[in-house]
C-alpha cells in the first residue's frame, strides 16, 4: 500500500509542485483546499482535496486521518497586519499540530518555514514565520518534527520573482538600492526534491535546516543580471531604485490595502526584507542528514522559468494559475 501523505499549500506555487512530485514518487495525498481559494485545482493531479481551512481544526482533522506524514507548504506571504500573518504561520500552525497528534502512529511532521525566520525583526511575515517554528519545537504534542527554511525559491508559477526576472529578459532590470545585498536562491523543483528525500529518510527529527542551490556566497542582482545578459546574448540596462522611493510606494500601499481590504504583497516589511543585505544560507547540514544535493543551478532555472512564463502567458492562462 502507498504510504499516505497530507499536504497544505498545494494549490499554491511550492505545493502545487510538490504536489506533482510526490504523486509521480508514488505517494498518495491527501491535499487541503480552501473552498474560497482562487486557484485551480489542477484536473491532471491525482490527490484526493480535502475542503478546509487552517481556522477550521474538524477539516484539519480529516486532512490528517490515516497518514504517515505531513507537509505543511501552506503560509501567508502577503499581508497588511502581524495579526494577519500570524493567524496562518503560527495559529494555524497550531491547529495543524494538535489535529496531527491525535493520529496513532503519530505522524511525522514538516514545517516549511522561511530563511526570513533567521531575521524575524524585520517584518510581520518573517516574525510569523520565526514564531510558528518555537510553537512547533516548544509545543510538538510528540509528533516527529522537521523544519525546513528555504531561501528565496522561484521557477514557473512564481509570484514574487518572476516579474522581477521578466523584466529582466525585456531588457531592464530594477534594482533596489546598491544592489549588493546577497541572497541564495533555491529552484523550486530542487526544493520538492528535498521534501520528497525527507520523506524516505528518518534521520532528521527535531532538526531545522536551511536550503539553498548549493551556490557558495550567493548572488548579488548584478550577479542575476548578468546571467539574464548570458541567456538573451542582448544588454539589460540597471536602473537603480533609491530605497526611500520604494519605501514611500510600499507604505502608500499599505494604506491602501488597509482602505480598500487586499493582501498587499509590498509593504514597508518587505522593503526591508528586501534591502537585508545577507540572505545567503547553507545547504551542508541537509546535504549530510539526507543526502540531498540541489541540481538546478541558476542559468538553467532562469530559462526554464523564463520560457514557462512566455507559454503560460501565450496560452492565456494568468500567472497565478496552476
Ligand atoms: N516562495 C518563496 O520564495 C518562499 C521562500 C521561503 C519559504 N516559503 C514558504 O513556502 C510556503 C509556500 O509559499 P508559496 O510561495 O507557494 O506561497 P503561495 O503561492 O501564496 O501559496 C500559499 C498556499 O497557502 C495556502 N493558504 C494560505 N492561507 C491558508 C489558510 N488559512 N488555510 C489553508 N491554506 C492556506 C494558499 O491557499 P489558497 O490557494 O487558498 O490561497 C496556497 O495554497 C509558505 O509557507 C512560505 O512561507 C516560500
Not at 106 to 120: D, V
Not at 157 to 167: A, K, M, S
Not at 228 to 249: E, F, G, M, Q, T
Request: charged share 20%.
Amino acid at each position: 500500500m502507498p504510504e499516505v501523505i497530507a499536504l497544505t499549500g498545494a494549490t499554491g506555487f511550492v505545493g502545487a509542485e510538490l504536489a506533482k512530485q510526490l504523486a509521480n514518487t508514488g505517494y498518495k495525498i491527501q491535499a487541503l483546499i480552501r473552498p474560497a481559494s482562487s486557484r485551480k485545482r489542477p484536473a491532471d493531479l491525482a490527490v484526493k482535496w480535502i475542503e478546509g481551512d487552517l481556522d477550521d481544526s474538524d477539516s484539519l482533522c480529516r486532512l490528517v486521518d490515516g497518514v504517515s506524514a505531513v507537509v505543511h507548504c501552506a503560509g501567508a506571504v502577503r499581508g497588511a497586519t502581524r495579526e494577519q500573518f500570524n493567524r496562518v504561520n503560527a495559529d494555524g500552525l497550531a491547529r495543524l499540530v494538535i489535529a496531527a497528534s491525535t493520529q496513532r502512529p503519530r505522524p511525522r511532521f514538516l514545517l516549511i518555514s522561511s530563511l526570513a525566520a533567521r531575521e524575524s525583526q524585520l517584518s510581520h511575515y518573517a516574525s510569523s514565520k520565526r514564531l510558528g517554528e518555537k510553537l512547533l519545537i516548544e509545543n510538538s504534542h510528540g509528533l516527529p518534527w522537521t523544519i525546513y527554511r528555504p531561501c528565496a525559491i522561484y521557477g514557473p508559477g512564481d509570484r514574487e520573482l518572476l516579474p522581477v526576472f521578466e523584466w529582466m529578459a525585456k531588457g531592464i532590470a530594477p534594482v533596489l538600492g546598491s544592489g549588493n545585498a546577497r541572497f541564495s536562491l533555491l529552484y523550486v523543483k530542487d526544493l520538492a526534491q528535498a521534501i520528497d528525500l525527507w520523506l524516505n529518510r528518518n534521520g532528521c527529527v527535531s532538526k531545522t535546516f536551511e536550503l539553498h542551490d548549493g551556490r557558495s556566497g550567493g548572488y548579488s542582482w548584478h550577479d542575476v543580471i548578468d546571467t539574464v545578459k548570458r541567456l538573451r546574448a542582448k544588454p539589460v540596462v540597471s536602473i537603480k531604485i533609491p530605497l526611500v522611493l520604494v519605501r514611500l510606494v510600499s507604505a502608500s500601499n499599505l494604506l491602501l490595502s488597509r482602505a480598500f481590504g487586499y493582501a498587499p504583497m509590498l509593504t514597508p516589511g518587505k522593503v526591508r526584507e528586501l534591502s537585508h543585505s545577507d540572505w545567503v544560507c547553507d545547504n551542508t547540514a541537509l546535504s549530510s542528514a539526507t543526502g540531498w544535493m540541489p541540481r538546478i543551478q541558476l542559468p538553467e532555472g532562469l530559462q526554464i522559468t523564463l520560457e514557462g512564463a512566455l507559454t503560460t502567458k501565450n496560452q492565456g492562462v494568468p500567472n497565478d494559475r496552476i
